[in-house]
């Protein structure tokens, strides 16, 4: 039995340890669904009533939409009490799963062998993501776009440049298209329109991101630091150097210009609708593939 059967229908009125998550309660059910359907099972380990840090992963890990949407999407959801007696303990030492532990996720396949190796003190959104990632490819199964545009949000390796172009109104779009790119943002620097942007190195290198923004005729110039224009030089457009001095933040009107007047984006990330912004006027399907199954219906009609 899940959950929001257990609490009248609605995930709101689970234990804010839990976040909002439509979890199964059974082992045994779980692996049968697991059987049944290939989805590796989300085994979370949680104490319920909890610590503040459980609180907190319930709140705002366990209750984002992406990762809400992921889980019960890609997953079979199963929730153990790691501090109460009878069932939740005799899973926790079949498990052998140690109790009163905070929160622990592992991820188990449908003979409750654990697919990547057990791991503590996971208490963030982008570990987490990269994780259920690792998962899903080690089962052989697809790794929805939304939950991988959400590990690239989240990493530490994201880096930026800033592309002057005539309007970036169009720059925004036509970059937010590109593979890699994370993020932008419409701003003025040095007397210029630009769009600033944020990418994962590890899908597009700067000096591929300038090439690409070039080809489609968004690249006028380019501020980039010293390290940065040293790798450029040859690309055929004009570098010239970051100026912060004069950098402004173009005005709420000016950001995300394809979208602007579409209802129910106040809650989606700015990854989410750098791609939106992008693929919606000429491909909804494709918006469609960075957004939470949640989300679809109501933004892509």
Known sequence: MSLRALFGGSSSAQPIEVGTVSWNRELVDALSTSRETGKPVFALFQEVPGCAGCK????DVLSDPVVVDAI??????LLIHNNTPGRDAEVLAALGEPAWNYQVVRFLDADADDIIPRRDRV??????VTRMIAVLEAAERSVPEYLRLT???HS???????????????GEMQLGQIDGVVATQAAFMGGHEI????FDPDVITINGLVSEAVRRRVASAVFADDSAAAGLAGSGVRILPVDLTSHRVAPDSDQK?????????????????????SFLPVSPERASEFLPPSWRAGLIG
């Open 56 to 59: 907190q992963f319930g709140r």
């Open 72 to 77: 019960e999407e890609s997953f079979v959801p």
């Open 123 to 128: 208490w963030e959104t982008g570990p987490l």
């Open 151 to 153: 590990e690239q949000q």
């Open 156 to 170: 530490d390796r994201l880096q930026s440049v800033h592309i002057a172009q005539d309007c970036f109104w169009v």
């Open 195 to 198: 769009t600033s942007v944020w």
């Open 257 to 277: 210009r394809q979208i602007r007047g579409v209802r129910g984006l106040r809650d989606l990330s700015i990854s989410q609708l750098t791609k939106v912004n």
